[in-house]
């Protein structure tokens, strides 16, 4: 476009003649059809003139050139907002979903306040709706299905989004992927319940005599590429008290956990030579956040039982979070994306031991153990 016409567009808009500024934005853009700023102005001229379908239109032009262009979004969902357009909801979310980080300018901050508002207007009906359509089906499931099928729910609205197994370094194949697994796949869950008091009295002895082993649950060189772990690394914000390392029992404190040690030989923990089984207490600071991380391996999965948990301690794995509460265990899958925070002014402590995934056969065990203790011993036991 000659610096001419660029003035002549811009007095006709001075003028508020909008009839001459669209002519010559469109003369503009058919001289130039990949011209996105003249698209984008001819549009809003569209817009100031009362003409919202020729608007659309030349949004439509723009986004067809930059398809997730923040500033063409938000006039099309603006737009579709207009003309009462059902799709306007959903444009609104797929504008957002553009948003640039950092501040914004302070007319545009105010658009994007009133495009969460009406996106959030829109899933609140959208979800209401599904809710009643699928209420004589979510009647009839069990606990289970009833989580599973808000979750899919939820997916779909977008409130939450999937997350899957991403282990560091041993990735078994076709395992159900779950961010907590359900109770009916461990029926020992309940005998391990019922023990809180008993695993929880052995630790506080081993506490009061002093006598234990407590050691960062976080230690590697200080060379190593882990820089999610940082600020935990030998931090004794979160520390450990081994039963089982790497395979190994921990004399100095499983002999004084007589009862806990009996139990855990009646679960199904793998073991790896140089690898696992691994169990431990684990001790969270006060205040203290443990950021987001994935595990090693997917062929095992963990179990907490909370022993002492202040209000307010909550575990999220995926898109779901727990609060911690003493003697209800859960078993997760940590090779998902998972954080915890402490946020109270008190110690919380939690028992925490490995698993085979329960979709493995045994020969498929025997083959992990294998590959493992042959690839690097050791290495299983970290996360």
């Not at 003309?83 to 553009?98: H, I, S, V």
């Not at 319940?193 to 060189?221: H, K, M, N, S, W």
Request: contains cysteine.
């Amino acid at each position: 476009m000659s610096d001419a016409a660029a003035r002549a567009i811009d007095a006709a808009l001075a003028a508020r003649d909008f009839a001459a500024a669209q002519a010559l934005l469109r003369a503009a853009v058919a001289a130039n059809p990949q011209d996105m700023a003249m698209l984008l102005k001819l549009a809003g001229v569209c817009r100031a003139a009362g003409q919202p379908e020729e608007a659309l239109n030349a949004v439509h032009a723009a986004l067809a050139l930059a398809p997730l262009d923040f500033t063409a979004l938000l006039l099309r969902a603006s737009l579709l907002d207009r003309l009462d357009d059902p799709r306007a909801g959903e444009a609104w979310g797929q504008a957002l979903a553009q948003r640039p980080e950092g501040a914004l300018p302070p007319q545009l901050a105010a658009t994007v306040a009133e495009a969460e508002r009406r996106h959030a207007a829109w899933l609140d009906t959208r979800e209401r709706r599904l809710v009643a359509a699928m209420a004589p089906v979510e009647q009839a499931a069990d606990g289970d299905e009833r989580r599973r099928i808000a979750r899919f729910r939820s997916n779909v609205l977008r409130r939450t989004r999937p997350y899957h197994s991403e282990p560091t370094h041993f990735f078994f194949p076709e395992l159900a992927e779950r961010e907590f697994h359900p109770r009916a796949r461990f029926p020992w869950l309940e005998t391990l319940e019922r023990a809180t008091d008993t695993i929880a009295g052995e630790l506080t002895a081993l506490l009061a005599a002093q006598r234990g082993e407590l050691v960062p649950y976080i230690q590697y060189a200080d060379h190593v590429p882990m820089r999610q772990w940082r600020p935990l690394n030998h931090s004794p914000d979160w520390r450990a008290i081994h039963l089982w390392q790497n395979g190994r029992r921990v004399e100095a404190n499983s002999a004084q956990c007589p009862h806990t040690m009996a139990l855990l030989d009646t679960l199904p923990q793998p073991a790896v030579d140089g690898a696992s089984p691994n169990a431990m207490f684990s001790l969270l600071a006060p205040g203290t956040a443990i950021p987001p991380h994935v595990g090693v391996n997917n062929a095992r999965l963990v179990c907490h039982l909370p022993l002492i948990v202040p209000e307010g301690c909550w575990f999220r794995v995926g898109a779901e979070t727990r609060h911690w509460r003493r003697g209800e265990a859960f078993v997760f899958d940590d090779t998902i994306e998972h954080e915890a925070l402490n946020p109270s002014d008190k110690l919380r402590i939690v028992l925490i031991f490995d698993v085979w995934h329960p979709d493995l056969t045994e020969h498929e065990r025997d083959a992990v153990a294998a590959l493992i203790a042959a690839d690097n011993p050791g290495l299983g036991a970290r996360r």
